[in-house]
C-alpha cells in the first residue's frame, strides 16, 4: 500500500523537474489538500461504476470500526420524544449512491443489520414481519452516526457493533507514515490531477489570446520556462 | 418435515435476484408472510390450545391462522354444549336457562344449556349465556412460527416463496411487462405445485384406509377384513 509521503513526494518531483528545494513556492500541506479531494472525487467515481455494473466495492477501500459503543441522542424537547440510540464512527464516510458509503454492519453477535433510509421506515414500521426488532435489526445513516432502529435503551451496555465503510479520506491529517487508501487503477490518475493542477499554480493557464471565450484547461509552461530567456 | 427460517429463504431468494437493496430485503420478510397465506393449509400445522375466557372473550393464540373446532368446559371439567353463530351479536333473545336436577341419591346435576360462540378476527366471543364457561379447548390451524414468533416455512412451500418474492421485486422495480409475467406464472406453478404437496401430505396411509373403510362398508356383502 502506498504512503502519503510517496504520493506528496512523487508529485512533488514530477511538478519541479526532479530537483525540490526548500525555497520552492509549492508546500506539501497544498499538495496534501488537493491530492485529499482528487482522491475522493475519483475513489467515488470508481465505486459507483462498479456499483452500476454490479461489481463489488474493492476491498482496498473497506475500513472497519469495530465494537462500536452506542448512546442516546439528546433531544432538546421535554416531551416523552422517542429517544434514538446511535453509534457514532471516527471517519466521515464517503458519499456513494444508494448510501454504499457503509458496506455492512454486524452486531458483535454476528447479526446483520441491515439499511433502511429514514423515509422508507415509516412505512417498515407498519410491516408485521419487516418492521425493526431486537431479532431484526435496522439502521439508518446520517453523517457519521448510525442509528439503530429495534434496540431498546436498555439494550446499549450490552450491544456493540461493527461497522464496515469507505471512509472519506483527509491527507492533511495523515502522517507520512499511514498508507493512503487507493487502488491500483486509481493511484496513476490521482497523481496525475495533483500534478496538473500543480502546474495551473506554479505556472499560471493559458491566455485566451483567440478571444472565443474558451476556457484552455490546458496547463501550459510558464514563459520563462517555455522560451527561456537567451543570455542578456 | 423440515422448515426453513425466513431470513434463510429470503436468503435463497436474494441469490436469484438481480439489483437486490437491504430495504428490498426487509420487505421481502413480508413478502415470505404474503406467500405462506396464499398456499393453503395442511393437517400437520393444526395445534390444539387450552385458553381461559375473560370478560366473555377468548384471545386467539398470535400464530391462528383459521379455527377447526373448539370445546367449552366449566370449571369442574364438564363440556358445555355450544352452537358457533355467525357474527358476534345475538339478534333473537336468549330464552334458554341452565337446569339443575337431583338425581335419586341426592346429587345435584347442572344441565347446560347450549351457549352461543361466534368468532372475529382476534377473538373467540362467548354470549352472555356463557358465563359458566371456564377454558375453551382450541384446536385450530396455526401458522408455523419459530420462538421469535416469524413464519417458519415448509420445504414444500420454500420454492414458491422465492418464485414469489422474484415477482414482488419485479412489481417493485417496475421492470418490463414480460419479466413481470413470467415471474408471475413461475410464482402461480410453484404454488400450486406447494398446495398439492401439503395436501397430498396430510393424507397418510391410515387415514387413506380408514376413508376407503368407510366407503366399503356400503358396499354390501363386502368382507372388510380381506382389505
Known sequence: MITKAQIISDCELQLLQASPSDETELDQRQLAFWASYHLNELVTTEINSKIARGEMIPSVYVKRAACEAGDTEDTDCEDDC????????????????????????????????????????????????AKPTVNNLVYSRQGKRIFIEGLKEVDIPFDKINVYYVPKQDLLALNDTDEVLVSDLVLPSLIDQVVSRGKLELYGTQADGTNDGIDEKTPVYHQEIARPQTEQ | MQYFSIDEVVAEAMTVTSNVTDADRLIARQWVASALSQMGMSEDEIVVCELTPKNLLVRKPDNCRKVYE??????????????????????????????????????????????????????????????SVAKVKLRYYAYPVDNDGMPQIREDEKQACVYYIRFCKAMKDDDNQSKIQLAESMWLRACDIARAAKKSSSLNNDKAKTIAKIMNSMIPNFNRSTF
Open chain 1, 82 to 129: 422517542q429517544k434514538r440510540i446511535y453509534f457514532e464512527l471516527d471517519d466521515e464516510v464517503l458519499t456513494i449512491n444508494k448510501d454504499m458509503g457503509i458496506v455492512r454492519v454486524v452486531t458483535s453477535e454476528g447479526d446483520q443489520v441491515l439499511r433502511a433510509s429514514t423515509e422508507t421506515l415509516d412505512y417498515i414500521h407498519l410491516l408485521r414481519y
Open chain 2, 70 to 131: 373448539l370445546a367449552c368446559y366449566d370449571s369442574s371439567g364438564n363440556l358445555i354444549p355450544h352452537t358457533f353463530r355467525a357474527g358476534n351479536k345475538r339478534i333473537y333473545p336468549n330464552t334458554e336457562t341452565r337446569t339443575v336436577t337431583t338425581n335419586s341419591e341426592g346429587t345435584q346435576i347442572i344441565t347446560y344449556t347450549t351457549v352461543d360462540v361466534s368468532e372475529d378476527r382476534f377473538n373467540i366471543i362467548l354470549g352472555t349465556n356463557a358465563t
